[in-house]
């Protein structure tokens, strides 16, 4: 756990924790390149992708049940939900896994956004090191299985 004194970083994670709050920021991007584009197909992939790490990783909070960490120098209020995996890493890599496909040139910068944000979790006290590792791992999984299912479908569709 790291422990804080103020620094100007602390603003900085607790902005990247806030900002990764719900998915927002993805499906805003989403949202822009469907615009750019003039195709629903990143926006819908988007909202598909965050509404399904979501589900996947509520669902393995309440499984598992493990406690988050009680320091109480956290950043932020720490949330009364269980701690493995987090949601915040298992959307935040889902919608960056489907972006990457979508965009491949802007992959780096959708990674490392979604990477500042699981770190974020650590840094403002929230989420344990494994508790972001597995919620990018099921983020991952959860969009490969979305793009391929979407795949899949729209070779059915092309038939």
């Known amino acids: 756990m790291i422990h804080h004194r103020w620094h100007p970083l602390n603003d900085v994670f607790v902005w990247l924790s806030k900002l990764g709050t719900d998915g927002i920021v993805w499906l805003v991007i989403g949202l822009g390149l469907a615009l750019v584009w003039r195709r629903t197909l990143p926006f ?16 393995l909070k309440l499984a598992i049940g493990e406690n988050r960490p009680s320091d109480t120098s956290s950043l932020i209020a720490i ?39 699981g770190y974020s979790r650590i840094y403002v006290g929230v989420h344990w090191p494994l508790d972001v590792a597995g919620g990018a791992l099921v983020g991952v ?4 299985l979305l793009l391929a299912v979407a795949r899949r479908r729209s070779v059915r569709l092309q038939r």
């Open 44 to 59: 819908v992939l988007v909202v598909l992708a965050v509404a399904a790490a979501d589900g996947i990783a509520t669902l």
């Open 79 to 117: 949330p009364h939900s269980h701690s493995f995996p987090s949601g915040h890493a298992a959307v935040a890599f889902s919608a960056a896994t489907v972006l990457a496909m979508l965009a491949p040139r802007a992959a780096a910068a959708f990674f490392l956004l979604a990477l500042a944000i």
């Open 141 to 144: 999984a959860t969009a490969l």
